[in-house]
């Protein structure tokens, strides 16, 4: 006899599943417990997708405050005084594959910095956030081969 850590009864061994990993060789939830956590499981992955769809807004914005310690508000704030525009190019729409504007952050503080579209966060990005290697691509854009870069 063994008592299923779920429901509490005393069982036949027969009603647990076999474990090769544990000392007693049965799992702890007898069978018909084990059967019913499954049905659960299903019931609860179609509600968590459910709630995923319709809250992707307030799902982005705890990201947002999770990784960046700034609330929806204050970006919104951010964002109203940079004349709802991108704070670097100007541009009016966002862009990008989701069309959605972009936190831009310090990566070495992690702090907040401002709201930029898609094309100007990959810009930042791929100049690993480097005043010297922005520099040195405005001096190859003018047409400068060799540049001081304290100029």
Not at 83 to 106: L, M, S, T
Not at 116 to 127: E, I, M, T
Request: glycine share 8%.
């Amino acid at each position: 006899m063994k008592r299923c850590s779920r429901c509490g009864q005393e069982k036949e061994a027969s009603a647990f599943y076999p474990s090769k990993t544990l000392p007693y060789g049965l799992r702890s939830a007898c069978k018909d417990c084990e059967r019913g956590a499954e049905r659960n499981l299903l019931k609860d992955r179609a509600n968590n997708k459910k709630w995923f769809r319709e809250n992707k807004a307030k799902r982005r914005d705890q990201t947002r405050q999770k990784k960046y310690g700034v609330s929806a508000k204050e970006i919104e704030f951010t964002f109203g005084s940079q004349g709802r525009q991108c704070a670097i190019c100007g541009a009016d729409e966002p862009g990008g594959r989701f069309n959605q504007w972009n936190v831009d952050h310090n990566h070495l503080t992690g702090r907040f910095r401002g709201v930029v579209c898609y094309r100007c966060n990959q810009l930042l990005g791929y100049a690993r956030d480097s005043i010297e290697i922005l520099k040195k691509a405005i001096a190859y854009l003018q047409g400068r081969k060799n540049v001081n870069i304290s100029e």
